[in-house]
């Protein structure tokens, strides 16, 4: 387990700001994390160091287990603190949360912290949280892999995730998933070649190269199925992550690639693009995971 000084990325106030609902020994804990020493922990809490030592102490006797360990001068979380850790991130927000609803500080309502998986267009992740911004509700966007923003969610460092992976393995009494958005898939290259490889599709995936999602996704294994029944010859000469990327490619000339028909217009007009075909059977869904307590819900 890394130091303390290196795990907690996420709560980053300082000791006055904890709320006062918080129960002072999980206070103490936190904080303990997020500064990487009983010493330097006590010093913003404005007690002592023994008082301190204390309340950690007794948070884990109350949990079952040590939660930290010594490494050389800094501490370490244990496997159980770890998950202590997490449960006491959730605590804090909660009492953040109820601190400023019940001094009716709207301004102070924390930013609602989304992950976006870097697969999904964003022109989808756009439709999804303009309501929210609309709404009057702040946004701290991350991008990066679906695996490890479901990680994050389930570890209480995110409130929503934007996914294009059915959320089969997240599961949990404070989460609710819905289907965001579904679109077949279409196939589009540079306006100026488009009509060519359309007279020759799917024969000209042959010869003009394609650039497809970053294996694995699940867009990806339904395009690579496509592939292998209709078009076997066809020649990938570029794979990303990041949509984007691919259309940028597209724009020069350089790959046909594979476009939400829910996107394509807006990706066409800004990329110079036309579309060659639909890839029949071919479609895309999208997700949204939320924590129930954190996603407002929004008038319709």
Sequence with gaps: MDALECIDTVNTKRSHELPPLLHPDIAGFVETVRLGTVSAAAKALGISQPALSARLSRLGEATGDALCARKGRLLALTAHGARVHDGALRVLRSCEAMDASVRGRAGDLLPLRVGTADAVPKVVVRRILAPFLRAGV??????????????????????????????????????????????????????????????????????????????????????DRWLRRHAPDARIALEAEDRALLHHFAQIGLAVVPVARATAAQVEEQFGLARIAELKGVDESYYTVGSRSRVPELER
């Design 138 to 223: 702040a946004i701290h966007c991350r991008e990066w892999a679906s695996e490890h923003l479901e990680q994050e969610l389930l570890s209480h460092r995110l409130d929503l995730l934007v996914t294009d992976r059915e959320p089969v393995s997240l599961r949990g009494e404070d989460l609710a998933s819905s289907v965001a958005g579904r679109s077949e898939i279409v196939l589009c290259a540079k306006r100026a070649l488009a009509p060519k490889l359309r007279r020759a599709f799917p024969g000209c995936l042959a010869d003009h190269p394609l650039g497809l999602p970053a294996a694995p996704s699940p867009l990806r294994e339904r395009i």
